[in-house]
T-cell receptor, first 112, second 111 residues
Framework: DADVTQTPRNRITKTGKRIMLECSQT?????MYWYRQDPGLGLRLIYY???????NKGEISDGYSVSRQAQAKFSLSLESAIPNQTALYFCATSDLQEDTQYFGPGTRLTVL | KQEVTQIPAALSVPEGENLVLNCSFTDSAIYNLQWFRQDPGKGLTSLLL?????REQTSGRLNASLDKSSGRSTLYIAASQPGDSATYLC??????????FGTGTRLKVLA
């Protein structure tokens, strides 16, 4: 089983709808991250969390919110989706002892 | 502000060829430079991590180098195979949480 899972894997929604993307991890890591990837722009950090009580905005947090329900779960919400939020979304985790982040398989979101 | 650039955006090569992928960065005060592989539907996988005290790292057919003075890193792939087809991303991973990614090079190795 994958260490970092994301649901759903693909989602098509309409402008104005509320949508939640979920991330779960079995790696036991304290740190979790949400990124979006757009063609020609690379990955950009949306939010990150160092533990259940610590949530921080990243580079492009406007229009998004997050919830860290438990050490293993980190959800990303779009309160009112808009077309320019169409992107590939990645969740990642890391441990203070390691110099790398571990990525989930991604969620492809399309907002019509 | 660090900016990471990868050129070309796409590359096609015949199987067996040795190839070099390029990564440029603007801030030479870089501590960690990582290369990732991205496969469709499978997320990103770390390939090699080069710390600033190192000049290169090797793993199998992959060799990554880091030249801070010139603001460049290269990923060398020897004897390329169709299974190497993927998008390769470099990133400044110096920050404890803030990774700065390049836009990637999409590699296709033709059988």
């Amino acid at each position: 089983d994958a260490d970092v899972t994301q649901t759903p894997r693909n989602r098509i929604t309409k402008t104005g709808k509320r949508i939640m993307l979920e991330c779960s991890q079995t790696k036991g890591h304290d740190r979790m991250y949400w990124y979006r990837q757009d063609p020609g722009l690379g990955l950009r950090l949306i939010y990150y969390s160092f533990d259940v009580k610590d949530i921080n905005k990243g580079e492009i947090s406007d229009g998004y919110s997050v919830s860290r329900q438990a050490q293993a779960k980190f959800s990303l919400s779009l309160e009112s989706a808009i077309p320019n939020q169409t992107a590939l979304y990645f969740c990642a985790t890391s441990d203070l002892q390691e110099d790398t982040q571990y990525f989930g398989p991604g969620t492809r979101l399309t907002v019509l | 502000k660090q900016e990471v650039t990868q050129i070309p955006a796409a590359l096609s090569v015949p199987e067996g060829e040795n190839l070099v992928l390029n990564c440029s960065f603007t801030d030479s005060a870089i501590y960690n430079l990582q290369w990732f592989r991205q496969d469709p539907g499978k997320g990103l996988t770390s390939l090699l991590l080069i710390q600033s005290s190192q000049r290169e790292q090797t793993s199998g057919r992959l060799n990554a180098s880091l030249d801070k003075s010139s603001g460049r890193s290269t990923l060398y792939i020897a004897a390329s195979q169709p299974g190497d087809s993927a998008t390769y991303l470099c990133a400044d991973t110096s920050g404890t949480y803030k990774y700065i990614f390049g836009t990637g090079t999409r590699l296709k190795v033709l059988a």
